[in-house]
């Protein structure tokens, strides 16, 4: 288990807007319509509600201020191995047997490359945020997967797809080894490459289309740390505060997205017809 006490740098922030806009706390008052009394709380405790933060971050992004993507770049410059995790409600404490279990390796603390990764997983939920964490392998049991059958295999496995599979022993070797590490390394797969990995367990589509139109959606590495002794390599950077223009950017990203892998599925269709299917490679 490990605590999570980071959160909103929101005084630092409203100073660099300060700065940057030229500007004093009045003008800003106006601009925001966040009150001067708050604006003067904030400065001395450093705390907002969420209906200021909403205020105060929505006026910076409509103002084309990239703050969070912005520091995302300066951590890893400062930390360089830096991790982030979207959380639909918010943290106090990680632990293994309250994280997320119907996911692509089962249960585990799910983090991504970037910020804008995590922001993907969570910008449909009102009160999410992302968190950044510095971390480190050192001493740790890592599998990793590239995008590959074997990845695919295991994502359905865990999200049940494979049922009818489970005591395949080429299923059962892969899980060996996931349920055997303490951090898995693999390609993102959201809900709608998951579709297209769906209709392969179905027997709709063969392997290759499958594959070809997943890595053709590369959405970056996950990290899962799935043991206690990988949360303690673990430590939280800061909280960050999503806006509803940037969360509707980020759907609107995700819905022309959608589209792309729709794209990519039906030109593999085409070109890959000779790939084998789920029955023949789980004899």
């Known amino acids: 288990m490990i605590k999570v006490d980071c959160d909103y740098n929101i005084k630092e922030d409203i100073g660099f ?16 319509k966040v009150s001067r009394t708050t604006l003067d709380g904030i ?34 410059e400062k930390y360089h191995d830096v991790l982030f995790h ?20 089962g249960k585990g603390f799910y983090l991504g490359e970037t910020y804008h990764q995590a922001l993907s997983f969570v910008c449909e939920k009102e009160k999410s945020s992302v968190y950044s964490f510095k971390y480190s392998l050192s001493d740790l049991k890592i599998k990793r997967f590239d995008c590959n059958l074997e990845w695919m295999l295991a994502i359905c496995y865990y999200r049940g797809t494979l049922r009818e599979y489970s005591s395949n022993h080429i299923v059962n070797g892969i899980v060996a080894e996931i349920e055997d590490a303490d951090v898995i390394i693999a390609p993102i797969a959201d809900n709608k490459m998951f579709y297209v990995m769906a209709q392969f367990t179905d027997g709709e589509i063969n392997a290759d289309v499958a594959l070809h139109s997943l890595s053709a959606s590369k959405l970056g590495l996950q990290f899962i740390f799935k ?8 430590v939280p950077i800061e909280k960050y505060y999503l806006s509803n223009p940037e969360r509707e950017d980020c759907r609107k990203y995700l ?15 085409r070109e890959f017809k000779t790939g084998l299917y789920i029955e023949e490679i789980l004899k």
């Open 86 to 105: 979207g959380s639909k409600d918010g943290l106090s404490e990680v632990t293994i047997t309250g994280s997320r279990s119907n996911c692509d390796f």
């Open 43 to 76: 400065e001395k405790n450093g705390k907002a509600r969420d209906d200021v933060c909403e205020k105060i971050y929505s006026y910076a992004y409509e103002n084309k201020y990239r703050i969070n993507s912005v520091k995302e770049e300066l951590i890893k």
């Open 227 to 234: 043991t206690d002794k990988a949360l303690q390599n673990l």
């Open 17 to 32: 807007i300060l700065e940057t806009e030229k500007i004093n706390s009045i003008e800003l008052s106006e601009r925001t």
């Open 255 to 269: 819905n022309e997205r959608s589209f792309e892998i729709d794209t990519k599925l039906k030109l593999a269709k």
